[in-house]
């Protein structure tokens, strides 16, 4: 049995994402990747069910360093514009993802199902790796179809409710592209 991986990207052509995955097969002496399919905006692979553990660690190791997107298994893992400089985590993840997507925002946030969900996003500092004291959060107020964000910096902590997921993505936009978001009425915890 095979299984298909999806690569895209925001910036590449199908025949650069082709050239850029066997470029990296070849340089990481990679013997599981199957052909890559070129196709009008992506970049199919068949592989083996046994070996995609292995395909996708490689494959997401290459995807983050080259600007691609992933998606297996009707799940978008990468986005293609991932920013090293922060790392991601939801509900469900057992630890941090180094590398944020902006233009995954608005996916991630629809996807979170309930309450207690959330997505966090945190500076990260290859210097000390295990620090995720400055972030901004986002949690759902399903009842009202607005959404909690909460926003820390060195062990401080500070909340605010907007009413619309736009506003909780302009809000994390702010963030990760540097900008003042204490214009907000935030309280602190």
Aim: with cysteine; aromatic share 8%; glycine share 6%.
């Amino acid at each position: 049995m095979s299984t298909t991986i999806t690569v895209f990207s925001p910036t590449h052509s199908p025949a650069q994402i082709r050239e850029i995955i066997l470029s990296a097969a070849k340089e990481d002496d990679v013997d599981f990747l199957g052909v890559p399919f070129t196709h009008p905006r992506n970049v199919t692979i068949e592989i083996d069910d046994d070996l995609i553990n292995d395909c996708l660690g490689w494959l997401d190791d290459v995807a983050l360093a080259s600007g691609l997107g992933i998606q297996y298994d009707d799940e978008i893992l990468r986005y293609g514009d991932e920013d090293i400089a922060f790392t991601t985590q939801t509900k469900g993840d057992d630890d941090a993802r180094i590398g944020a997507s902006r233009l995954g925002l608005e996916h991630l946030l629809n996807s979170i199902a309930d309450d207690d969900d959330y997505l966090k996003i945190a500076q990260f500092d290859i210097e000390n790796p295990a620090d995720e004291s400055t972030y901004i959060s986002a949690r759902s107020l399903s009842e009202v179809d607005g959404w909690t964000l909460e926003f820390g910096v060195a062990g401080v902590r500070n909340t605010t409710i907007v009413a619309s997921t736009d506003d909780a993505i302009t809000t994390m936009l702010r963030w990760m592209n540097g900008e003042d978001i204490r214009d907000l009425n935030w309280t602190r915890v």
